[in-house]
C-alpha cells in the first residue's frame, strides 16, 4: 500500500481546507511512519502500525488541536508517549517550541530520534508530570499544555494546568465520552486557575469509520495554588 496515496486521502477527509496536503508534510509524515514501524519492533510505541490507522489515529487525530494553538506558543505535551501530538504539531508548525514529557525513557528516545532526523524544535523531558509541575523552572512557564488519552480530564486538569502561565491555554482532545469527563471537572479546573474557553466537537475520518472527538480548551485566569499539583496517588483518589 503506497502511503503518499492513503495521507492525501485520510489528509483530505479530514482536512477539507488541504492545509496539510504537499509534497513536503506528505513527505516527512513518510518518514515518520517508517520509523515509527521500525522502532515499534524493539520498543512497543503502539499497537497501531498499518499505515491507514497510523495516518487516521497518529497524525490526523493528533493534528486536530492544532488550530487553537497560538503562534510561536512554548507547549508542553503532558505523556507523550510515543511522540502524539508532539511530533506531527513539530512537523506542520516550525514555530512552536515543544517540551514532550514522559515518564517511559524508552519512548522519548524515539521522540528524541525523529527530532534530529527532522529537525523539530522539540526538548524531551522524562519524569512524571505532577513532579515537574512543582518545579520551580517548569511551572506556570508555558504557554500551552496539550494531552490525549492520558487519565480522565478531572486527573488530567491537576497534572497539566499547573504547567501553564497566566494567559496560556491547557487543550485536551477526548473521544466521544468527554462531555461526561467535562461535567466532573469543571469545578476542579476552576479551583487550580483557569476557566472554560471554548468546546469543540469534530470527527475523526479513518479509513473504515467515524470517530467523534471533543477539544476542551481552558485558559488560566489566575495562579494555580500552591498546593497543587498534590502526589499522583491523592489526585487519582480524591480528584478535584
Do not use: W
Amino acid at each position: 500500500m503506497d502511503f503518499r496515496e492513503k495521507y492525501f486521502e485520510i489528509m483530505d477527509k479530514n482536512f477539507p481546507d488541504k492545509r496539510y496536503s504537499t509534497d513536503t508534510l506528505a513527505e516527512r509524515f513518510g518518514i515518520l511512519y517508517k520509523e515509527l514501524v521500525a522502532f515499534n519492533e524493539k520498543v512497543n510505541l503502539t499497537a497501531v502500525t498499518d499505515i491507514e490507522g497510523a495516518i487516521a489515529k497518529h497524525f490526523a487525530d493528533s493534528l486536530l488541536i492544532e488550530e487553537y494553538i497560538p503562534q510561536n506558543a512554548k507547549i508542553i505535551d503532558v505523556g507523550c508517549g510515543g511522540g502524539f501530538p508532539t511530533l506531527p504539531l513539530a512537523i506542520v508548525r516550525q514555530d512552536l517550541e515543544i517540551t514532550a514529557l514522559d515518564s517511559t525513557e524508552k519512548k522519548l528516545k524515539f521522540v528524541s530520534q525523529m527530532a534530529n532526523m527532522l529537525s523539530l524544535k522539540v526538548t524531551t523531558l522524562p519524569a512524571r508530570a505532577e513532579e515537574t509541575g512543582r518545579k520551580t523552572e517548569y511551572r506556570e512557564s508555558f504557554d500551552v499544555c496539550v494531552a490525549r488519552a492520558v487519565a480522565r480530564l478531572n486527573v488530567l486538569s491537576e497534572l497539566c494546568i499547573p504547567l501553564v502561565k497566566k494567559g496560556g491555554l491547557f487543550i485536551s482532545c477526548k473521544a466521544a465520552i468527554g462531555a461526561e469527563e467535562y461535567d466532573e471537572a469543571k469545578a476542579g479546573t476552576e479551583v487550580l486557575g483557569a476557566k472554560t474557553k471554548n468546546i469543540a466537537e469534530q470527527v475523526l475520518y479513518t479509513a473504515q469509520e467515524e470517530q467523534k472527538r471533543s477539544i476542551f480548551i481552558f485558559e488560566k485566569i489566575s495562579a494555580t495554588p500552591e498546593k497543587y499539583p498534590r502526589q499522583y496517588a491523592k489526585i487519582t483518589k480524591k480528584p478535584l
